[in-house]
């Protein structure tokens, strides 16, 4: 039977190949017009090979039939060097590659090459290989094997597999530890300690904490000893792997580049089972599951939760729309609700963290977690001298500064603290120039500049004067609010000390850049910047519809997009609001009046509800400059507007007395005698609050008569 089997398939592959007898002639094209440089036909070949439908792993086992492989390889390897043919080789590559991948990958493939481990050295050799590419897709039925008691010769290859196989199997060990026999435990105990990897440290050290099996607690022993681990907690073991992830180390990556890593679970009845995830929300689950381990086992202070909370914020930021996340069930609730619950001194440590890593998204979040539940206590620490939402009002992005300023003016600070002459500053700055786009562009020459600089105006951006490295605008950089984009193109081999200067400005250090570079360069930087999404690399030539798109992804990933005329209008209703509630309550250290001059500028730039607003809070500002130009607008205005304006004039008069010069009071006394029945009250009105001399109220009734 097994041998009509084979035959059966012998044959079907026969006509398989049968079927397409023009694939190996089309092959060995493609390699001859690579070789005579003929890209044209080159490309053509390319796309009729890919225009087949195969799957990668039909298109490598027909590569593999074809004896051509050699061949290919080293014609794939000469287009790959070609512009014209590198990006047509590229997916003929990836499709390769992910063929091997896939078979490499597939239970039976592994269970087939676990066999083959007893087999001639030869057979034993190309399993190894294979079993090592499939990496942790091998671990369930490789720790079956290696448990098992009835081939004593496979259980030695498989642990001496184990043994070389690198941090692979480091994360499916440790996380069976807890549920076999303790002779299993001692035995995957030592594999670990061969493996040498610190990521297993916390799971060995529970072990050790919780087994009555002596053998297993001195393996236990030995394993943290050869791992460097003396005097550390358990659960202080497992909130530094946990930051590990949280960091996206690359140790702790088992598959970089690719779309899904692994999850990992152990079920006594069952054995390993991996769980596949979205790699943007990998390293956040197990963030958060191993700080929630830590915690189980009373890590002490909030270092633990706070890290759980900035993991969660971070997935939700990195969790594609409408994921169904295995890691974070929908029984659990939105990020923000852990981070209000868990109060705003942890919000504080996520803000703390989110600065050191110039994460704007996470700031944001963090920042609007403290304005719900920080009081005026918490802005300034006094036993640590420092406080995250003062510094993040001087966070280079605008978002982060208003937001901050935002939640420290809730807070109504009672006593004076460093940073305190910042925030009023800062809300002035968002009432006025929230919608106002500033990017830089550092360029080779001035033409260069001049193209750059109008796609960047197209998209509404002002854009800072010519400049060839940071030092030649450094002034422009000073006297701008914020650099929202930077797009740079430097000479080949001069990007990255242009990038690392700009990083050294604090103005600039959390601004997304677009860098345009050589063709040659590009995979290199790409490698350099991968996993920072405020770095955007590009080739030169770029056309204008896809840099546009590039500038928005851009910015829509570092910082959240572009502040549209909305929200510009939203930050500056809040800030006046806040500056109103501050100037209301009188608060003893964040002077409102230090707004006066931009309030004032704000009263001839602003209309409607916004303008009703700048002009409450000039009215509860004693000095005469804000008095003036309420009645300066007020007499320019007209309708309800006018009335509106005279309202808030005579609030400023009750509270304030008279701050107006004669002409502007004549003006007063003028309407009030001519205006029509409502704005003549409100003109009088004023005058009232104004406390005028008895001469003046006389002339308004003797004008009456």
């Known amino acids: 039977m097994v041998a009509l089997a084979g035959m059966m398939l012998a044959v079907g592959g026969v006509r398989a190949q049968d079927a397409d007898p ?37 298109l490598l086992d027909r590569v593999e039939a074809s004896n051509l492989q050699g061949e290919l390889d080293e014609a794939l390897g000469k287009a790959l060097r070609n512009e014209a043919l590198e990006p047509t080789a590229g997916r003929i590559l990836t499709m390769l ?35 090592k590419a499939a990496s942790e897709y091998a671990m369930p039925q490789l720790l079956e094997a290696v448990l098992q008691r009835t081939n004593i010769q496979l259980r030695t290859q498989v642990q001496r597999l184990l043994n070389e196989s690198g941090r692979a199997p480091v994360i499916p060990l440790s996380v069976s530890l807890a549920e ?12 670990l300690g061969k493996l040498g990897y610190r990521a297993a440290a916390p799971f060995v050290s529970e072990l050790r904490d919780k087994t009555l099996s002596d053998p297993v607690r001195a393996a236990c022993d030995r394993t943290l000893a050869s791992l460097g681990i003396e005097g550390v907690s358990t659960s202080e073991l497992y909130r530094q792997l946990a930051e590990g992830y949280y960091d996206e180390r690359e140790e702790l990556t088992s598959f970089p580049g690719e779309d899904v890593q692994l999850l990992w679970n152990y079920d006594p009845s069952v054995g390993l089972i991996p769980t596949a995830i979205n790699t943007s929300v990998y390293h956040e689950a197990l963030a958060m599951k191993l700080a929630e381990r830590a915690m189980e086992l009373g890590s002490n202070g909030p270092a633990a939760l706070g890290l759980w909370v900035a993991s969660n914020f971070s997935r939700e930021i990195d969790e594609p729309v409408g994921y169904d996340n295995p890691a974070y069930p929908p029984s659990m609730r939105e990020a923000m609700y852990y981070a209000v619950a868990s109060g705003p001194v942890v919000s504080e440590l996520v803000l703390d963290r989110a600065l050191d890593d110039k994460d704007t998204r996470l700031a944001r979040r963090a920042v609007a977690s403290i304005e719900r539940t920080a009081g005026p206590d918490l802005i300034w620490d006094r036993r640590s001298g420092k406080s995250p939402l003062v510094r993040a009002l001087g966070y ?24 305190a002459q910042r925030v009023v500053p800062t809300l002035s700055g968002a009432i006025r120039f929230a919608g106002t786009r500033y990017a830089l ?30 030092g030649d605008v450094v002034e ?45 360069e590009l995979t290199k930087l790409r490698r350099v910047h991968r996993g920072d999404v405020s770095v955007m690399i590009r080739p030169f030539g770029i056309d204008e519809a896809a840099m546009t798109v590039a500038l928005t992804q851009l910015v829509d990933d570092a910082a959240g997009g572009v502040i ?42 602003t209309t409607g ?66 205006g029509d029945d409502a704005e003549a009250t409100a003109a009088a009105t004023v005058l009232g609050a104004l406390g005028l001399p008895q001469s003046d109220l006389v002339r308004l009734i003797l004008a009456g008569e």
């Open 97 to 131: 590659n992910t063929g091997r991948l896939q078979r490499a990958r597939d239970p039976n493939e592994i269970e087939k090459n676990i066999k083959s481990l007893t087999g001639g050295l030869r057979e034993r050799l190309y399993a190894r290989e294979r079993l």
């Open 441 to 470: 562009v550092l360029s080779e020459n001035e033409e260069q500049y001049r193209s750059l600089r109008r796609v960047l105006e197209g998209q509404d951006y002002v854009v800072l004067p010519y400049g060839k490295d940071v």
């Open 22 to 58: 023009d694939f190996k002639d089309q092959l060995r094209d493609f390699i001859f017009y690579v070789n005579v440089h003929q890209p044209d036909a080159a490309v053509a070949t390319a796309e009729e090979l890919l225009g087949r439908g195969l799957t990668p792993r039909e």
């Open 180 to 191: 076999v026999e303790p002779a299993a435990q001692e035995q995957i105990v030592t594999i």
């Open 396 to 419: 280079p992005n605008r978002r982060v500064q208003y937001d901050a300023a935002l939640a420290i003016a809730a807070s109504q600070p009672k006593a004076n603290f460093q940073g």
């Open 476 to 520: 422009a950089i000073a006297e701008t609010p914020g650099v929202d984009l930077i797009v740079t193109q430097a000479a080949r081999g001069t990007t990255e000390p242009l990038l690392d200067a700009i990083r050294s400005n604090p103005k600039l250090t959390a601004a997304p850049i677009l860098s345009l570079v050589a063709t040659d």
């Open 609 to 674: 509800p916004i303008r009703q607003e700048v002009a409450e809070v000039l009215s509860r500002i004693d000095r005469s400059s804000a008095q003036s130009v309420l009645a300066e607008v007020a007499m320019q205005s007209s309708g309800s507007e006018r009335i509106a304006m005279l309202d808030k004039l005579a609030g400023s008069a009750r509270r304030y007395g008279n701050h107006l010069d004669g002409v502007l009071v004549d003006r007063l006394i003028e309407l009030s005698s001519t």
């Open 564 to 605: 549209g005329e909305d929200e510009a209008r939203e930050y500056a209703m809040r800030s006046l609001r806040a500056l109103r509630d501050l100037a209301v309550a009188q608060n003893p250290v964040l002077d409102v009046s230090e707004a006066t001059t931009s309030l004032v500028s704000a009263m001839n730039e």
